[in-house]
């Protein structure tokens, strides 16, 4: 993903300006081809030194994911952190989907700014699994299943896919097809 600047030429007065673009290169039947994924504007705020920090941090929001580590150990300015807020949250409302919560800018416990939360109007939007199939497995081991798969022949590699089929179900119920 990256963003380009584009000169474009107006018909009615014949007078040219600059428009910026999120574009993505995808590989279709063996070629390289470029898709724009949004059209950002005449008068996009931020400047080109963060273009590539931007477009990191969209994909991030896009995937649910906060950063690590910040880039040379410092953060994004706050200005390019909402811009790729906004980005994100406009990609996903053409694709269908629910932007990720916003973090506060990767930094555990915040940045100091303190707001009051009616825990009862709380929704998740986006939530990771955390630990879900190491607890399943867990109980799987507590009941004994291992020892009972191996006891009826099972080799190895059949009990690990049986235990992670059944995980599988435990931690997202679906089908048979969905969960393989």
Same mark, same amino acid.
């Given at each position: 993903?990256?963003?380009?600047?584009?000169?474009?030429?107006?018909?009615?007065?014949?007078?040219?300006?600059?428009?910026?673009?999120?574009?993505?290169?995808?590989?279709?039947?063996?070629?390289?081809?470029?898709?724009?994924?949004?059209?950002?504007?005449?008068?996009?705020?931020?400047?080109?030194?963060?273009?590539?920090?931007?477009?990191?941090?969209? #994909?991030?929001? /896009?995937?649910?994911?906060?950063?690590?580590?910040?880039?040379?150990?410092?953060? =994004?300015? $706050?200005? +390019?952190? %909402?811009?790729?807020?906004?980005?994100?949250?406009?990609?996903?409302?053409?694709?269908?989907?629910?932007?990720?919560?916003?973090?506060?800018?990767?930094?555990?416990?915040?940045?100091?700014?303190?707001?009051?939360?009616?825990?009862?109007?709380?929704?998740?939007?986006?939530?990771?699994?955390?630990?879900?199939?190491?607890?399943?497995?867990?109980?799987?081991?507590?009941?004994?299943? #291992?020892?009972? /798969?191996?006891?009826?022949?099972?080799?190895?590699?059949?009990?690990?896919?049986? =235990?992670? $089929?059944? +995980?599988? %179900?435990?931690?997202?119920?679906?089908?048979?097809?969905?969960?393989?």
């Amino acid at each position: 993903m990256f963003i380009r600047r584009t000169q474009t030429r107006s018909t009615a007065t014949g007078e040219s300006y600059v428009t910026y673009r999120l574009v993505r290169s995808e590989q279709r039947a063996g070629k390289v081809r470029q898709r724009t994924l949004l059209n950002l504007g005449r008068h996009f705020p931020v400047a080109q030194a963060h273009w590539s920090a931007l477009c990191a941090r969209i #994909e991030q929001r /896009l995937s649910g994911q906060a950063a690590l580590f910040d880039e040379e150990g410092k953060g =994004l300015p $706050l200005a +390019v952190e %909402r811009q790729a807020e906004r980005i994100a949250a406009r990609l996903l409302a053409e694709q269908g989907g629910t932007p990720a919560p916003a973090d506060a800018g990767g930094v555990p416990g915040g940045g100091g700014d303190v707001q009051s939360v009616d825990v009862d109007s709380l929704s998740l939007v986006r939530p990771r699994s955390v630990g879900v199939e190491q607890l399943a497995l867990w109980a799987l081991r507590q009941a004994g299943l #291992e020892e009972q /798969l191996q006891a009826l022949g099972l080799t190895g590699p059949q009990r690990a896919a049986a =235990l992670g $089929l059944i +995980v599988a %179900r435990m931690a997202a119920p679906g089908s048979e097809r969905a969960t393989y």
